[in-house]
Antibody, heavy 115, light 107 residues
Framework: EEQLVESGGDLVRPGGSLRLSCAAT????????MNWVRQAPGKGLEWVSG????????YYADSVKGRFTITRDNSKNEVYLQMISLRVEDTAIYYC????????WGPGTLVTVSS | DIQMTQSPSTLSASVGDRVTITCRAS??????LAWYQQKPGKAPRLLIY???SLERGIPSRFSGSGSGTQFTLTISSLQPDDFATYYC?????????FGQGTKVEIK
């Protein structure tokens, strides 16, 4: 069964850092671009970052550029989102999603940025 | 930066109604548009990709059309399971952008 499972969400102070992970199973991981998408409480979906199957090409929304870094480890079938200088407005459920038109999503992990 | 605008923001409808949601891009995006359905507490689910291609396993009452800057999602006969929030999304190799969402409520 194809599956994505996120982990690493937590409560963190403004200015803090956090690293999210997404484990992929059931499909050829290297064949797909991967993305992080977030959803603030009661709000809509916001694409955060994406990277190519090889991990060479990475892309970011303007709202996180310079603060978030997306990487992948194709030997472990995992994708990561390193987040620094976190702000209250980064509070959201963070979803891992496969491909450009996202055919597969994880259940999400909650990041809360609060003092 | 391409902006995606959905209308309406909320839609009240009854079971059996034909429902249409519109998505407009600030500039031409060819057919690089997807539609998702999201229910409370759940991850989104892909319904339509490349503007009009039905994702595997999605009921045929869902259809998409359009190209360039104007797109529509149509539900031909609304079912109880269809009450949810719907999002359009532009995608390409280096960016994805969602519309603000359309909530379909029970009338």
């Amino acid at each position: 069964e194809e599956q994505l499972v996120e982990s690493g969400g937590d409560l963190v102070r403004p200015g803090g850092s956090l690293r999210l992970s997404c484990a992929a199973t059931g499909f050829t991981f290297t064949s797909y671009a991967m993305n992080w998408v977030r959803q603030a409480p009661g709000k809509g979906l916001e694409w955060v970052s994406g990277l190519s199957g090889s991990g060479v090409s990475t892309y970011y929304a303007d709202s996180v550029k310079g603060r978030f870094t997306i990487t992948r480890d194709n030997s472990k079938n995992e994708v990561y989102l390193q987040m620094i200088s976190l702000r209250v407005e980064d509070t959201a459920i963070y979803y891992c999603a496969r491909s450009f038109a996202a055919t597969l999503w994880g259940p999400g992990t909650l990041v809360t940025v609060s003092s | 930066d391409i902006q995606m605008t959905q209308s309406p923001s909320t839609l009240s409808a009854s079971v059996g109604d034909r429902v249409t949601i519109t998505c407009r891009a600030s500039e031409s995006i060819s057919s690089w548009l997807a539609w998702y359905q999201q229910k409370p507490g759940k991850a989104p689910r892909l319904l339509i990709y490349k503007a009009s291609s039905l994702e595997r396993g999605i009921p045929s009452r869902f259809s998409g059309s359009g190209s360039g800057t104007q797109f529509t999602l149509t539900i031909s006969s609304l079912q109880p399971d269809d009450f949810a929030t719907y999002y359009c999304q532009h995608y390409n190799s280096h960016s994805r952008k969602f519309g603000q969402g359309t909530k379909v409520e029970i009338k």
